[in-house]
């Protein structure tokens, strides 16, 4: 008895056996963060504030350095209908791979952003895109929202309500991409954003109709769609929408 368990002792400590455990772990941890869902923060400025000079900068040397994996710029805020006003000057859409590594950012990279940007984490509930596209010529457009109703709520009348239509519009070759994003406050505080990037001028005229057309045959055909179309109202707060602009970042310090 006391020879095996010697002898098993000994296979446990040699180096051999060692490394491969290590190599294994390892390969278990790179396999895990590949398919870790991707973290996302929106940096807003205030409506009627200039965009800080140092934001785009500090958003291209931290896309240079990888503390994030993504980052979209949409400047110059502009109130969606006549008589309106824009919700915010500009919006950047920080993604992360995980989200360790925004809670990294948060900790030791946002404290070096200007006091008066609204810094917040967010989830993004539904996403779709079209891949070739040219976000220079893109129009993009910002739904703001603030929801009064739970987070798990609110993701339901995204998946349900919202994709269907986005998708439809998606289909029709109008819309390259969208997301629809709940930040991470409590309810009443927390504010829903929908990005969506229209593929030119014309598809945002042309969405117009589509729009129209969809709301019929959804309402018709999709069951989850016309359970919320008739209470989407009591959900949300329409805060307004804001067209912006895409705006690419300068070159990284070196």
């Not at 296979?11 to 398919?35: E, T, Y």
């Not at 925004?102 to 900790?107: T, V």
């Not at 996403?127 to 129009?139: N, T």
């Not at 349900?160 to 070759?173: I, N, R, S, V």
């Amino acid at each position: 008895v006391f020879t095996r368990i010697a002898s098993w002792h000994r296979l446990i400590l040699h180096p051999i056996m060692i490394q491969k455990i290590l190599i294994a772990v390892a390969s278990l941890c790179l396999a895990a963060q590949a398919f870790a869902a991707p973290a996302h923060v929106l940096i807003r400025v205030p409506a009627g504030t200039p965009q800080p000079a140092e934001l785009a900068p500090l958003l291209a040397q931290w896309k240079k350095s990888g503390r994030i994996s993504g980052v979209v710029l949409l400047t110059q805020g502009k109130p969606e209908k006549p008589g309106d006003k824009a919700i915010f000057e500009s919006l950047a859409l920080l993604e992360f791979p995980n989200e360790n590594s925004a809670e990294l950012w948060q900790r030791d990279a946002a404290p070096s952003l200007p006091a008066i940007l609204r810094v917040r984490r967010a989830d993004a509930l539904v996403h779709g895109e079209l891949s070739p596209r040219d976000s220079k010529r893109s129009v993009f457009l910002v739904n703001t929202y603030t929801p009064s109703v739970a987070r798990e709520r609110y993701k339901e009348f995204a998946q349900d309500y919202l994709k269907p239509l986005y998708e439809g519009q998606q289909a029709a070759k109008v819309l390259v991409r969208y997301t629809m994003f709940l930040e991470r406050d409590v309810v009443g505080q927390a504010d829903a954003l929908g990005v969506l990037e229209y593929r030119d001028p014309g598809a945002l005229v042309a969405a117009t109709a589509v729009k129209l057309d969809l709301r019929g045959k959804l309402t018709a055909s999709n069951p989850g769609y016309a359970k919320f179309d008739p209470i989407k109202a009591g959900l949300r707060k329409d805060v307004g929408g804001t067209f912006v602009s895409f705006t690419e970042l300068p070159p990284p310090a070196r």
